[in-house]
């Protein structure tokens, strides 16, 4: 061993090749950060959490495919559905091969190159994606519903089914645009060999591992410029923008559901009951959506403050760091299984707080069932008819309703999902 060109490469941060007595400068590409906890985390809860989360978004997005539950919003909760099935499965072959099976034991043994590869993309390149498509999908959904509610007469021919899916698609596209730089940023290289690095100084050791090679895009724009302008691109557009408009959007769905529950109390002593059953079943689909963007936003919004704060660290660096880096990696498995738990939930809310919702899933397994409940539901139609106070308001087909009078009539139109005018 040269010790004057050991001593060079260790204050250098490379690795001083014993074999070959040179010093090889290589960014190795850590599997985990923590294998301990990272085992525990994702080799055991994980697995059981995505059972859960696949057995609730496949019934979702089954119930909602169904051609009577075709609206709006249903359409929207389908494909966060799917969104939220993809953030789930992604990373599932990874972290079953890796912790669940145990292959992190002795890995400077057994590491393979094809490990790094998999690793990146289940865990690192494709996540993001669907997790961004899923936080727009919640603003459409937001934002759709706050329009139905607070503009009923501009709704029917914004939000329609088919602006939804464009909408879906759009969202998808760009997603998927500004998640790809991900995937190109690095190669991967495997080192195996007997080497000296600047935490082990003492004595040579074997280490076998994965390192990092730039792309050419990389290597030509800079790695500041390339991973500043990835992070920075996602801060703003997939985190601070968004959750933003959740929370404006929020606030306006609750100043619109008092609204509305101060139309069905007038409606009720006008004793119209039909009516006042109807807002009663739109309000309650508002409230719903509120819950799903006011849990979304719980388990986000402290992984998007972590977010933004690594990239202003990065950008401008200080003397001192406001993150501990050592427990990073915990926080962000903890709320990824955080985040991941509220899927099955949202599967309960709709159960909960959608009685179509309930019928059209025991119709998947009781066709008994969903009879005696139409029959019901036919029956309390027909003695809400005959209780009703007849209406006596007929509006023009060429009039066009500009204020909300006490005599307006409100109607649903299943194609929409909402309330008008």
Not at 93 to 107: G, L
Not at 323 to 352: D, E, H, Q, R, S
Request: net charge neutral.
């Amino acid at each position: 061993i040269n010790e004057s060109a050991l001593a060079e490469c260790l204050e250098q941060r490379g690795w001083y090749e014993v074999c070959l007595g040179e010093c090889v400068f290589k960014d190795p590409h850590q599997l985990t950060s923590d294998t301990s906890f990272e085992e525990g985390i994702y080799g055991k809860v994980f697995p059981v959490l995505v059972i859960f989360v696949i057995v609730a978004n496949v019934m979702v997005a089954l119930v909602l495919s169904k051609r009577h539950m075709v609206t709006p919003t249903n359409v929207v909760l389908k494909y966060m559905a799917i969104a939220d099935l993809f953030v789930g499965l992604t990373p599932l072959p990874w972290t079953m091969f890796y912790f669940t099976f145990k292959n992190f034991e002795d890995q400077e043994l057994r590491v393979e190159l094809w490990w790094c590869y998999v690793q990146k993309y289940s865990m690192d390149a494709f996540p993001p994606i669907f997790h961004n498509i899923a936080m727009w999908l919640t603003v459409l959904l937001a934002g759709q519903r706050f329009i139905s509610i607070s503009y009923p007469m501009y709704s029917r021919s914004l939000c329609n089914v088919s602006n939804v899916r464009i909408c879906t698609f759009v969202i998808g596209a760009i997603s998927l645009v500004c998640g790809l730089p991900k995937s190109f940023d690095y190669n991967f290289g495997l080192f195996d060999g007997s080497v000296i690095t600047e935490q082990n100084q003492t004595t040579p050791h074997h280490l076998r591992t994965c390192f990092l090679l730039p792309t050419a895009i990389v290597r030509h724009l800079g790695e500041n410029v390339f991973f500043s302008t990835y992070f920075w691109t996602r801060s703003i557009f997939f985190v601070i923008v968004p959750c933003t408009l959740l929370i404006a959007l929020n606030a306006g769905l609750l100043r619109g559901i008092r609204k509305a529950q101060q139309r069905k109390e007038r409606l009720l002593r006008e004793k119209r009951s039909r009516d006042a059953q109807r807002q009663t079943d739109s309000n309650s689909t508002s409230i719903m959506l509120v819950v799903i963007v006011s849990i979304f936003l719980m388990v986000n919004l402290p992984q998007a403050m972590f977010m933004v704060i690594m990239c202003i660290e990065q950008t401008f660096p200080g003397n001192e760091s406001i993150l501990n880096w050592k427990y990073a990696g915990v926080f962000l498995a903890v709320n990824n299984m955080l985040v991941m738990a509220t899927y099955p939930i949202n599967f309960a809310i709709y159960c909960f707080m959608s009685s179509s919702f309930r019928q059209t899933f025991r119709a998947m397994f009781c066709s008994a069932c969903l009879r005696g409940e139409q029959e019901s539901a036919a029956f309390a139609d027909r003695k809400l008819e005959n209780s009703a106070v007849p209406l006596v308001k007929f509006v023009p087909e060429d009039h066009t309703l500009n204020t909300c009078d006490e005599n307006s009539i409100y109607r649903r139109d299943r194609r929409n999902d909402s309330v008008f005018l």
